[in-house]
């Protein structure tokens, strides 16, 4: 891996965290399994509106995807058991 594409992933990543962080403050943790599936797939569904148009790499996908990786962390922090 070089240290660009590197330090693209890690951004990616920061972008992914400051979404998670922005979610919990408005919404809190999620509840329960069947909510946090359900979270997931609304912003899946966001990402698919874009697919569907052909719009898939534009920047408002960007953002859906960004927001699946997310709701996918919140889901593991505020669900899951921890690792074994
Ligand atoms: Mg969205």
């Known amino acids: 891996m070089s240290l660009t594409s590197a330090a693209t992933e890690v951004?990616?990543?920061v972008e992914a965290a400051r979404e998670l962080e922005r979610a919990v403050?408005?919404?809190g943790p999620m509840a329960s399994p069947h909510e946090g599936w359900a979270v997931i797939r609304e912003e899946l569904d966001e990402l698919w509106e874009?697919?569907?148009a052909n719009t898939g790499r534009g920047?408002?996908?960007?953002?859906?995807?960004i927001q699946v990786a997310a709701m996918a962390l919140r889901y593991v922090f505020?669900?899951?058991e921890e690792a074994p």
């Open 50 to 52: 874009h697919v569907k």
């Open 25 to 27: 403050e408005k919404f």
């Open 11 to 13: 951004t990616v990543a």
């Open 59 to 65: 920047p408002e996908a960007r953002k859906e995807a």
């Open 78 to 80: 505020d669900l899951c």
